[in-house]
T-cell receptor, first 110, second 115 residues
């Protein structure tokens, strides 16, 4: 199973953009990149996913490197409610099980 | 459209008792996944079920754990003769088609404490 590497923690000021990096150097050509976040005492919440092209939705943007060995989740204006653990997950072709790492704990400062 | 529902939200059992965790997928979803999360760790896949079928139980311990997803009713994760090491948060997720591009939607989890 392809692995992902994320920083353990990051801090951001409220109202500022946040860039959360993820390395996945062993990614296969058909692996999708998913991002979820988990607020305290809650289940993971879907944020965004992509394959090769950059993706945008109402929550965030996903920037995927040209060689696909890394990606970055972008929160355009962090709020206190964005404080959570963010997981970068690869779903391999032919499988459905998500392999969660330890994620990045994002702290948002008021 | 109600999300994934899990109950109970908190469950306390003594060593040796049985724990039954229930998961009702989102409306229209026929694929259910169970994950376990130990404190300060990421989620670990346990089992994937479709209606009346276990598709992949490679992440589930061979003994004491079982899962089902009957034609009618919720999916059940059953842990027999619980031990302290079973204390964890158990999450289920559901998806509509089970394909690689599917998004899995997670429930709020059941927090199991074994005394």
């Amino acid at each position: 199973d392809a692995k992902t590497t994320q920083p353990n923690s990051m801090e951001s000021n409220e109202e500022e953009p946040v860039h959360l990096p993820c390395n996945h150097s062993t990614i296969s050509g058909t692996d999708y990149i998913h991002w979820y976040r988990q607020l305290p005492s809650q289940g993971p919440e879907y944020v965004i996913h992509g394959l090769t092209s950059n993706v945008n939705n109402r929550m965030a943007s996903l920037a995927i490197a040209e060689d696909r060995k890394s990606s970055t989740l972008i929160l355009h204006r962090a709020t206190l409610r964005d404080a959570a653990v963010y997981y970068c997950i690869l779903s391999a072709s032919g499988t459905y099980k998500y392999i969660f790492g330890t994620g990045t704990r994002l702290k948002v400062l008021a | 459209n109600a999300g994934v529902m899990q109950n109970p939200r908190h469950l306390v059992r003594r060593r040796g008792q049985e724990a039954r965790l229930r998961c009702s997928p989102m409306k229209g979803h026929s694929h259910v996944y169970w994950y376990r999360q130990l404190p300060e760790e990421g989620l670990k896949f346990m089992v994937y079920l479709q209606k009346e079928n276990i598709i992949d139980e490679s992440g589930m311990p061979k003994e004491r754990f079982s899962a089902e997803f009957p034609k009618e009713g919720p999916s059940i994760l059953r842990i027999q003769q619980v031990v302290r090491g079973d204390s964890a948060a158990y999450f289920c997720a559901s998806s509509p088609t089970g394909t690689i591009t599917d998004t899995q939607y997670f429930g709020p989890g059941t927090r199991l404490t074994v005394l």
